[in-house]
């Protein structure tokens, strides 16, 4: 049973355009939600992170939108740049910053074409 | 500062064979786990620690064992490999893992091809 559901799995977007990636899930537990991107390679890093307390968080170009009710939170990058390319996945955990391990979603390859 | 380092970055095994993978980490932190990401699938929790001396089973336990002897390490290991097993394995290590700013930090990965 898959508890977090990520979408779409490859999203191409123009240098300047606005990239959107989205997520739901299930176990009504899930008290964190973190965003990390991955170059190939490397491994995952974190991006930006929200609780279900509050129904947004932007850091620079980087936004959370959460919807407790609907259950799915996403993720929106402003003005994509090329370096911004990389494979992005969505996350929730039970505790906190994830102690308990994180449930990953599948993951979206963006492409930011130049 | 090294962060969270893996040990080995690549490995080819048989059918059967056996080894271990080596986690470690200089932050002081208390918390570190083993994924496995395979394509199309995400990361896949398989064992975790809340510290030195405990282990835990996390989503995909099964084939794998581990232990946390020193805080700072955590290993990895596989009995009787098998293809299924053929993946790349992540390492992460958090402080305390109950603060939202607090970050999951990962290792490089392992490379790991069972024939």
């Known amino acids: 049973q898959q508890q977090v559901k990520q979408s779409p799995q490859s999203l191409i977007v123009q240098k300047g355009g606005i990239s959107i990636i989205n997520c739901a899930y299930e176990n009504t537990a899930f008290d964190y939600f973190p965003w990390y991107q991955q170059f190939p390679g490397k491994g995952p890093a974190l991006l930006i992170a929200?609780?279900?307390?509050?129904s947004e968080k932007k850091e620079g170009r980087f936004t959370i939108s959460f919807n407790k009710s609907a259950k799915q939170f996403s993720l929106h990058i402003m003005d994509s740049q090329p370096g911004d390319s990389a494979t992005y996945f969505c996350?929730?955990?039970?505790?906190?910053?994830?102690?308990?391990?994180?449930?990953f979603g599948k993951g979206t390859h963006l492409i930011i074409q130049p | 500062n090294a962060g969270v380092t893996q040990t080995p970055k690549f490995r080819v095994l048989k059918t059967g064979q056996s080894m271990t993978l080596l986690c470690a980490q200089d932050m002081n932190h208390e918390y570190m786990y083993w994924y496995r990401q395979d394509p199309g699938m995400g990361l896949r929790l398989i064992h975790y620690s809340v510290g030195e001396g405990t282990t835990a089973k996390g989503e995909v336990p099964d084939g794998y064992n581990v232990s946390r002897l020193k805080k700072q390490n955590f290993l990895l290991g596989l009995e009787s490999a098998a293809p299924s097993q053929t993946s790349v394995y992540f390492c992460?290590?958090?402080?305390?893992?109950?603060?939202?700013?607090?970050?999951?930090?990962f290792g490089p990965g392992t490379r790991l091809l069972v024939l």
């Open positions: 992460a290590s958090i402080r305390s893992g109950t603060l939202l700013q607090e970050t999951q930090y």
């Open positions: 929200i609780r279900p307390d509050v």
């Open positions: 996350a929730a955990s039970i505790t906190g910053g994830g102690a308990d391990g994180l449930t």
